[in-house]
């Protein structure tokens, strides 16, 4: 242990050079200007890892005290995640998702055998929990002052809250208008003070990287390498959850990049550890208003291009992912892929989610419109075993969800208006006589 706080075998390292800085060191950028890992020292972790050592911690008795290493869907892996004393944790807990399968959405896909592992039923309704729980958490054993974050919506809801949980004041930094309803109620109620840029969602992240490293604020962006760690509890769990057998395929929504860097990381490990046979294959899916990665990834990443974003799900419209060169690692790692697909797609496949009755946000929708494309394209056979992510919930965005339903979407495959009719008994029954 450096002090009683983290163990001594993580460091940050960068991921272009060979500089290290150690782990009590405020940092999210080399001196080179590249991205940083958590390295954890997996020599020396391979004999203690084992799936019997995390399958041992699975099913905490519901209704005691909460305790994260059997509580947590993330503080299960803690030792490949932040390895620290429990009673330092911030946890709600967050993880143990669950895996959904039904028969009428697969179909609609293509997809013989595919799940859909639900992220928005996490304790603030999206993914961003996982990462949250390791950032707030690394927060709190640095003694920062304050924390702080850009966001489309989700980010800032999940810092909310864990920073309220912690007790350290949170900034966050939204583009004005451009996040969703039920995003700005949860950062409003949970008690951050809330900056609404006159800006994009680029320009919020441009600028609190610079708030943060002039005022000595702690930043919680995807930037933040402890961020990821958490995230990484989503590829761990999905094995775990399938008796440690990889699935075909994992397909999910791609905006900051900071899951597709953080699931290529996972699996890395994974198989480092024995913990895996397989790496699965990512399949990192864009909204096309806001594909910067999709396009760079069409010149085979000869070209790192950036763009004015702007898309419906508003959760993943960013023009230029900071975890970029992260993310190109993860592909190299899974033999991954990245596609798009158009909002019409995005919104029909939201339909198509919540109308079987599991739902989820627009933007969560890409991964089950882009799991359809790429089975359509030949890229997935429909044979392959399919892990879709949904990243967030239902209720964060009710605004672009009674607009699809209510006449906003002119090609809406699946809308379902609802009907105004007098307060008669009789005109009652003749909407449900014709309805039945
Ligand atoms: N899905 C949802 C619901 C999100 O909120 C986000 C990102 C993503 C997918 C994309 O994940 O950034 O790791 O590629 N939301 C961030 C935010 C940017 O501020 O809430 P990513």
Request: glycine share 8%.
């Given at each position: 242990?450096?002090?009683?706080?983290?163990?001594?075998?993580?460091?940050?390292?960068?991921?272009?050079?060979?500089?290290?800085?150690?782990?009590?060191?405020?940092?999210?950028?080399?001196?080179?200007?590249?991205?940083?890992?958590?390295?954890?020292?997996?020599?020396?972790?391979?004999?203690?890892?084992?799936?019997?050592?995390?399958?041992?911690?699975?099913?905490?008795?519901?209704?005691?005290?909460?305790?994260?290493?059997?509580?947590?869907?993330?503080?299960?892996?803690?030792?490949?995640?932040?390895?620290?004393?429990?009673?330092?944790?911030?946890?709600?807990?967050?993880?143990?998702?669950?895996?959904?399968?039904?028969?009428?959405?697969?179909?609609?896909?293509?997809?013989?055998?595919?799940?859909?592992?639900?992220?928005?039923?996490?304790?603030?309704?999206?993914?961003?929990?996982?990462?949250?729980?390791?950032?707030?958490?690394?927060?709190?054993?640095?003694?920062?002052?304050?924390?702080?974050?850009?966001?489309?919506?989700?980010?800032?809801?999940?810092?909310?809250?864990?920073?309220?949980?912690?007790?350290?004041?949170?900034?966050?930094?939204?583009?004005?208008?451009?996040?969703?309803?039920?995003?700005?109620?949860?950062?409003?109620?949970?008690g951050a003070q809330t900056l609404q840029i006159q800006g994009d969602f680029d320009d919020a992240m441009n600028l609190v990287q610079q708030v943060c490293n002039e005022m000595g604020i702690y930043l919680l962006n995807s930037l933040n390498p402890f961020r990821l760690e958490g995230q990484k509890s989503?590829?761990?769990?999905?094995?775990?959850?399938?008796?440690?057998?990889?699935?075909?395929?994992?397909?999910?929504?791609?905006?900051?990049?900071?899951?597709?860097?953080?699931?290529?990381?996972?699996?890395?490990?994974?198989?480092?550890?024995?913990?895996?046979?397989?790496?699965?294959?990512?399949?990192?899916?864009?909204?096309?208003?806001?594909?910067?990665?999709?396009?760079?990834?069409?010149?085979?990443?000869?070209?790192?291009?950036?763009?004015?974003?702007?898309?419906?799900?508003?959760?993943?419209?960013?023009?230029?992912?900071?975890?970029?060169?992260?993310?190109?690692?993860?592909?190299?790692?899974?033999?991954?892929?990245?596609?798009?697909?158009?909002?019409?797609?995005?919104?029909?496949?939201?339909?198509?989610?919540?109308?079987?009755?599991?739902?989820?946000?627009?933007?969560?929708?890409?991964?089950?419109?882009?799991?359809?494309?790429?089975?359509?394209?030949?890229?997935?056979?429909?044979?392959?075993?399919?892990?879709?992510?949904?990243?967030?919930?239902?209720?964060?965005?009710?605004?672009?969800?009674?607009?699809?339903?209510?006449?906003?979407?002119?090609?809406?495959?699946?809308?379902?208006?609802?009907i105004k009719l007098e307060a008669t008994l009789e005109a009652v029954q003749k909407v449900i006589g014709r309805k039945l």
């Open positions: 242990m450096i002090n009683d706080k983290w163990s001594t075998n993580i460091e940050l390292h960068c991921i272009h050079c060979p500089k290290t800085y150690p782990v009590n060191e405020v940092r999210y950028l080399c001196d080179c200007g590249g991205l940083l890992d958590v390295w954890h020292d997996l020599e020396n972790l391979r004999p203690q890892i084992n799936r019997g050592l995390f399958d041992g911690r699975l099913h905490g008795a519901p209704g005691r005290r909460v305790t994260p290493t059997t509580d947590s869907g993330v503080w299960r892996y803690q030792e490949i995640i932040l390895p620290t004393p429990v009673n330092n944790i911030v946890s709600r807990p967050e993880g143990n998702t669950p895996l959904y399968e039904h028969p009428r959405l697969s179909k609609w896909v293509g997809a013989d055998n595919l799940l859909l592992k639900h992220e928005g039923e996490n304790p603030t309704g999206s993914f961003k929990d996982r990462g949250m729980t390791v950032g707030v958490t690394q927060a709190k054993l640095m003694g920062s002052r304050a924390v702080a974050c850009a966001s489309t919506g989700n980010t800032s809801a999940s810092l909310a809250a864990y920073a309220a949980l912690a007790e350290i004041p949170a900034f966050i930094f939204i583009p004005a208008g451009k996040i969703s309803a039920g995003k700005l109620a949860q950062a409003l109620a949970y989503i590829p761990l769990e999905i094995v775990q959850g399938l008796q440690w057998q990889s699935p075909d395929w994992i397909v999910f929504p791609a905006g900051n990049l900071g899951n597709t860097s953080a699931f290529g990381k996972a699996l890395y490990e994974a198989q480092q550890l024995g913990l895996i046979d397989k790496i699965p294959r990512l399949a990192a899916i864009q909204a096309e208003g806001a594909s910067p990665f999709y396009q760079s990834y069409q010149t085979n990443f000869a070209e790192r291009k950036k763009v004015k974003a702007e898309t419906i799900a508003t959760a993943i419209s960013i023009g230029n992912p900071v975890s970029y060169t992260r993310a190109m690692r993860a592909l190299q790692w899974t033999n991954g892929l990245v596609a798009s697909v158009t909002d019409q797609e995005i919104m029909d496949a939201k339909a198509m989610v919540d109308q079987v009755g599991i739902g989820c946000e627009p933007a969560s929708a890409a991964s089950v419109a882009g799991a359809r494309k790429l089975i359509a394209q030949g890229v997935i056979k429909p044979e392959e075993s399919i892990v879709g992510i949904l990243t967030g919930n239902l209720l964060k965005d009710p605004t672009a969800t009674v607009d699809y339903h209510t006449g906003g979407w002119p090609n809406a495959q699946f809308a379902n208006a609802p």
